[in-house]
Each structure stands twice: as C-alpha cells, then as structure tokens.
C-alpha cells in the first residue's frame, strides 16, 4: 500500500502540532488530553485494547467496574502525557523546575552517592519520565541512552532532553561504555528499565507475576561499577499543577551477584512504583510482547 504521507511531512506535521500546544498553558494541554483520553476510552482503537489487555492481566483481582474505571483514567493520563511533551522538550528549564512541586527521597539518593558514587536511575514509562530526566540533568552530571524516534523528530527530542546538560549516547556498544565510564567517574547514569528488549536481548524476570523480558543491561553496569540505584517517578498532579517527584532505592538484590535475583529486584521496584500510581503508566506499551518459548502471544494482534 502506498505511503499516504511522506515521513518528511509527517514530521513536519508532529513537529508543528507540539510547537502548538507549547504556546499554551499546562491545565489546558492537560484539558485537552483528558477530553482526547475519555474518547479513546470509549471507542473502538489499538491504544484502549492493549491496555485492557495489560490491565486485565496484570490487576486480576479487579472487577469489572474498577477495571474499566482505571483503564479510562489510564487513557486520559496517556493522552495527557503525549500533549504536554510540546511544552517540556520547548519550554525554558526554569520554566519546567518551577513546575516540580515537590520532591520526595532524594536526600536519600544524595546520600548514597556521597564519596563520588555513581549512580543508577530508573525512569520507567510512568508519569512525566522526561520532567525527571530534566530535573536529573539540571542537578546531575548525567548520561542516558538515545534511540531515534520513528517520527523523525530528533532534533526536537534531543535538543530538549539535552538542554539542561543530560549527555545522550547511542544504543550501541559505544554508548554502553559511555555509560560504564560515567559510573566510574561517580556521575549518574538514567535508563527507561520497563522496555521489551525483543527476543534474544533479555532475559525473563517477573512483572506483576507474568514473565516479562527485562534488559541485562542494567543489572551488568550494576555488577561492574557498584553504583547505587534507584527509580524515580514525576507524577502528574491534578489539573496541570505541575509535578511530584519521588526516589525510591532499589533492593540490595538488584546490586549483588545473581542476574536473576537482580533482574527480579528491577521489576518489583518498577511495580511498586506503579502500584503506587497505576493510572499514570503507560499500560497502551506492549510490554509482554516477547513470550517464553512456547508461551501463546500475550496481544491478539
């Protein structure tokens, strides 16, 4: 089938839609994507069914009522948090700090780096992941792994993760050692821990007690550097507020010898988080996509 628009013009496109939403101000983008959410949660689409699909599996316990409820909640933060990137890759980074209302735990995470300690930090796809990457690298030396958009918007995306002194490294051996070598010299390193790696790059760890194929990656620099380790969450406040950061250490298991004992330790903190804030995951991501061997697709399509 014919392309119906070049990816040139389609980036022209997503590009010219975020420069527009950045003129406005965050209640009314996050109006917006509320209004845009509670459609999704009611008509036929691919985003409502694999996120009632992860929902159904992963909160069994729910009735159908609670269920529904939160998969229309979790469709109006999604929409929120495709809306508002407009404004946090666009905006000064002053003008995002003064958003950040409160910060829980870093003391904590301060502390575990004191004597030039590297550090880990986890930011899975809950809540505004790129507010904590901003705040990281407004406060931190920090490096995190980049991979291209299929949208064609790259110039956009790094300018604005990189605007306040995140370092991006490829997702490449290259990139990897960059990383390595950030952890030695005690500064942190940022990585988006809740992404299907594909068949052949992971391993299987438990995530909300399904086999999820979970990045090596991770728990290796872990291994190699002894860094700390923590997730960190942005959650989104109630009519456009702003944003609630919180640090959560991970277990000691995560640091120690055993890949899977490690491996596991990753989920759970990532669970935990979003136990804690279920409707600001992005539950619309194919997470189980990679099955066990022999195991039936987790998606039907």
Known sequence: MPRLISRARRAALVEGLLRALARLPLPLVHALGAGIGSLLAVLPNATRRIAARNLEACFPALDAGARRR??????????????????????????????????????????????????????????????AGLYMSAHYPITSLYRPTRLGIDALVRGGRERLGATLVPTDQGGVRAQLAALKRGEVVGILPD???????????????????????????????????????????????GYRLTFTPLAPAFSGDDLGASLAALNAGVEAAVRACPAQYLWAYKRFKTRPAGAPPFYRD
Request: include cysteine; hydrophobic fraction near 50%; glycine fraction near 12%.
């Open 70 to 131: 939160l998969l229309a909640a979790t469709l109006r933060e999604t929409a929120k948090g495709m809306l508002e990137l407009g404004a946090l890759w666009l905006w000064p980074g002053a003008r995002i700090m003064e958003l950040v209302r409160e910060v829980r735990g870093e003391e904590a995470f301060a502390a575990a780096r004191a004597g030039g300690r590297g550090a880990l930090v986890f930011a899975p796809h809950l809540g505004a992941w790129e507010v």
């Open 195 to 241: 992404q299907d790696p594909g068949a052949g790059n992971g391993e299987f760890a438990p995530f909300f007690g399904i086999p999820a194929c979970t990045m090596t990656l991770a728990s290796r620099l872990a291994m190699k550097s002894g860094a700390q380790a923590c997730v960190l969450v942005a959650e989104r406040l109630p009519r456009g507020r």
